[in-house]
């Protein structure tokens, strides 16, 4: 299986700040197959990023997704208050199709 | 506007049979999308994929829970259904039903999860 390790596991940030969330793969992501979702408390996960650098229908300009092979980041440029959620990685290069643990970023 | 939303029990008795349905308004299962999939939280815990199914029955799964899973569509109520067998305390969850958009198992449109309890 590709075990997807995300840092940090939590990450304080005040509004307007820039967040830099990473995911490593413990084996190559092929063709950057690879996902991001937000997560907020008591809600299902939404879907912001695929394919590595993709938006999803919706998602707004202030959320980019970068990397290859093991390597991958979501940047958010600049935070606003209802960015503070937990953000997931998911592979979807060879099955199991796997997610990491996901990282918390919660308000400074 | 399509949309999802799970139903069945949730409290579940260990060594028993856990059974979800998705109900998908707003838009025929047929044409909405060719794939459809299931996925868990545990309380407190990461994502877990369980499985996919196409729209022609073909199914997926999660090789760690491919004993004990089964997922069926029915496109007659727009509907798909998730059984998993032998349940014990680690399958308590919350599970979700979703459609892919541009990859099957890559989910754009999720229902509002439901919590299932395994506990006698």
């Known amino acids: 299986d590709i075990v997807l390790t995300q840092s940090p596991v939590t990450l304080s940030l005040s509004p307007g700040e820039r967040a830099t969330l990473s995911c490593g793969a413990s084996?190559?992501?092929?063709?950057?197959?690879l996902a991001w979702y937000q997560q907020k408390p008591g809600l299902a996960p939404r879907l912001l990023i695929y394919?590595?650098?993709s938006r999803a229908t919706g998602i707004p300009d202030r959320f980019s997704g970068s990397g290859s092979g093991t390597d991958f980041t979501l940047t958010i440029s600049r935070l606003e208050p209802e960015d503070f959620a937990v953000y997931y990685c998911q592979q979807y290069d060879r099955s199991p199709y796997t997610f990491g643990q996901g990282t918390k970023l919660e308000i400074k | 506007q399509l949309q999802l939303q799970e139903s069945g029990p949730g409290l579940v008795k260990p060594s028993e049979t856990l059974s979800l349905t998705c109900t998908v308004s707003?838009?025929?299962?047929?044409?909405?999308?060719?794939?459809w999939g299931w996925i868990r939280q545990p309380p407190g815990k990461g994502l877990e994929w369980i499985g996919s199914?196409?729209?022609?029955?073909?199914?997926y799964y999660n090789p760690s829970l491919k004993s004990r899973v089964t997922i069926s569509v029915d496109t007659s109520k727009n509907q798909f259904s998730l059984k998993l067998s032998s349940v014990t305390a680690a399958d308590t969850a919350v599970y979700y039903c979703?459609?892919?958009?541009?990859?099957?198992?890559?989910?754009?449109?999720w229902g509002q999860g439901t919590l299932v309890t395994v506990s006698s």
């Open positions: 707003g838009g025929s299962i047929s044409s909405s999308s060719h794939y």
């Open positions: 084996q190559t992501v092929s063709s950057s197959y």
């Open positions: 979703a459609k892919p958009g541009n990859y099957y198992v890559v989910f754009d449109s």
């Open positions: 199914i196409y729209i022609s029955g073909s199914t």
């Open positions: 394919d590595a650098s």
